[in-house]
């Protein structure tokens, strides 16, 4: 394991670590926490809202018996900066819920305005409550903040002083907000990648035109790691993992990832910049579609598959790459059992896709 100092504190952290949004079930998440630290890993980041609720319990009972390996990092799902008594409440409630004495880190979570990072910083507000909830030994290092914002949001937020960490989307598809992750390491501030694989395309794609990103033995998400691992301002990526294979893959990419440089990384990321999707009639995305009286989103669907195609996903991963998508929803399972097949969509759609086969030859696949 390579590990990377978390901005000025000290403390040494992974450069692959937990993200807790994929759990499947607790035995899965049990099996996959404990072989991750085994082979070093040593940050968690969860939330109330992941898995239904169910992921910071989940991911609490698979480290107590470790507790001292790993840096628990929390989260709640609000909708903007709590007041100061908000946070000391949350906190208080989900360390009873989750059976621990203490979070290591406190996220404000999804930053993205001018006017939430405000209202986070001033007396009384989020940062002071986590700060108040530090004095009383609920929360060990410090608060951090995830991002969905503009860059002078980001960068104010880091010119506070306040937060230790910042998490944000980032990966070789999406490398819009890279001068966010030089700003960070210049100021002394961890920089933490989410959808390091973009949101599951990367571990799953096997298309000809990925073929640069496969090592031995491994698929695209080799190239991809590596790609993240070379830039020395990335404290650590965030991997959402859903079964023990994809962990020991992703592993892989580690082997002699030290001497990884800054030119292999501007190569990878010059030929990423080179490939090509696929063009023709396909989903839009554009929502006309959501007229479903049982609920069902063809929208959603429709464009999962779409890029399910365009990236030459084999036909076994069908399941993973659709519960991918499903991440924060019922199973692909629950949600394609709501379609009843009447083609009340089919006559919205502007593209003519033929909506219901896709569907019913789904439903096939996964035994609906």
């Not at 910071?56 to 008594?85: C, G, L, M």
């Not at 990423?272 to 929502?287: D, H, I, L, P, R």
């Not at 969509?345 to 019913?360: A, F, G, H, T, W």
Request: with cysteine; charged share 25%.
């Amino acid at each position: 394991m390579i590990y990377r100092e978390l901005g000025k504190t000290g403390l040494k952290i992974s450069v692959f670590s937990f993200g807790a949004m994929r759990w499947r079930s607790e035995e899965s998440c049990y099996e996959i926490m404990n072989r991750g630290m085994d082979l070093g890993m040593n940050y968690v980041d969860t939330s109330s809202g992941y898995v239904g609720g169910k992921s910071q319990v989940w991911t609490a009972n698979a480290i107590k018996h470790r507790r001292s390996e790993i840096y628990f990092s929390n989260k709640s799902n609000w909708a903007d900066a709590p007041d100061e008594s908000k946070v000391r409440h949350t906190i208080e409630k989900q360390l009873r819920e989750t059976g621990l004495e203490y979070f290591d880190f406190y996220q404000l979570w999804g930053l993205g305005n001018m006017e939430t990072l405000k209202k986070a910083l001033a007396k009384g507000g989020t940062v002071e409550g986590i700060r108040k909830a530090m004095d009383e030994g609920l929360v060990r290092y410090g608060p951090g903040f995830t991002f969905h914002g503009p860059d002078e949001v980001f960068k104010a937020a880091v010119d506070s002083g306040e937060f230790l960490c910042a998490t944000i989307s980032y990966n070789i598809m999406s490398r819009k907000q890279e001068n966010l992750i030089d700003y960070a390491h210049q100021k002394g501030v961890g920089l933490f990648v989410m959808n390091p694989l973009a949101g599951g395309v990367l571990a799953m794609a096997d298309g000809k035109e990925f073929e640069f990103l496969k090592g031995p033995g491994c698929g695209s998400c080799y190239g991809a790691l590596r790609f993240l691992v070379a830039n020395r301002g990335i404290t650590t990526c965030l991997l959402g993992l859903t079964d023990i294979e994809h962990l020991e893959e992703n592993m892989k990419a580690l082997e002699g990832a030290e001497d990884l440089d800054e030119a292999y990384r501007i190569e990878l990321g010059a030929k990423m910049a080179e490939v090509q999707y696929t063009k023709g009639n396909f989903c839009t995305g554009c929502g006309y579609c959501r007229v479903c009286p049982n609920g069902f989103d063809p929208s959603h669907f429709m464009q999962a598959m779409r890029d399910y195609t365009i990236y030459g996903v084999r036909s076994e991963n069908l399941e993973n790459w659709l519960y991918s998508k499903y991440v924060h929803r019922q199973t692909p399972r629950q949600e394609l059992a709501k379609c009843k097949e009447c083609g009340l969509c089919e006559e919205k759609c502007p593209q003519k896709l033929k909506i219901v086969d896709q569907i019913r030859e789904v439903k096939a696949a996964l035994a609906v």
